[in-house]
């Protein structure tokens, strides 16, 4: 069965890609990428670079009218990146419906391909207020899809109940915990590795990191 990573070059999707490697093989998984003018377009750099590496295609679409019609932080320059998310509204970085948006084109190529398979990063369970991270979200869009496309689609979602502790775990359970971290991006400000420090993609994925630590360490 072949299978399509919608991979951004962060932390999340590129352990998801590591994963689908695992349980798909590898001459069946390829990469599906988006430049939708986000502020850390670097992060495509690293995914390109994990997949020439592996040898697997990676695609970037371009959906240069997502920034056009949205308004947030994360494709807007002249917009700070708001630290001070208490869960109790959504932060200024969520771009609206966007995995919806990804979902649905990576759908259409991918059953050009003979893909049924989608993977994505998602997390219910660090999901950040992003409404479009959570796992009733993914399977009304996984039956959408396959109505809307008429073909058997699967959305896999490996993150979904893990939080940034257990992504890193996970990552160190594929053998790649090395990898995520130095070569991956995942800052919104587009530091790689463990980015600047202060944003709140950094403070997520060292919070996470240092969790896992702990984890390790009482084991
Ligand atoms: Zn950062």
Redesign the pocket.
Known sequence: MKALVLLSGGQDSTTCLYWALREYGKENVSAFGFDYGQRHIEELKYAQAICDELGISFVIQSLPTVSEMTENALTRSDIQVDNSYDGSAPPNTLVEGRNLIFLTYAAIYAKKRGIKVLVTGVSQADYSGYPDCRDVFIKSTNVTLSLGLDYPFLIETPLMWRDKAQVWALARELGVLDIIKEKTL????G?PGE?????P??NLRSWGYEGFVRDEQRI
């Open positions: 995942t800052c919104y400000n530091v980015g600047c420090g202060d944003c993609a950094c």
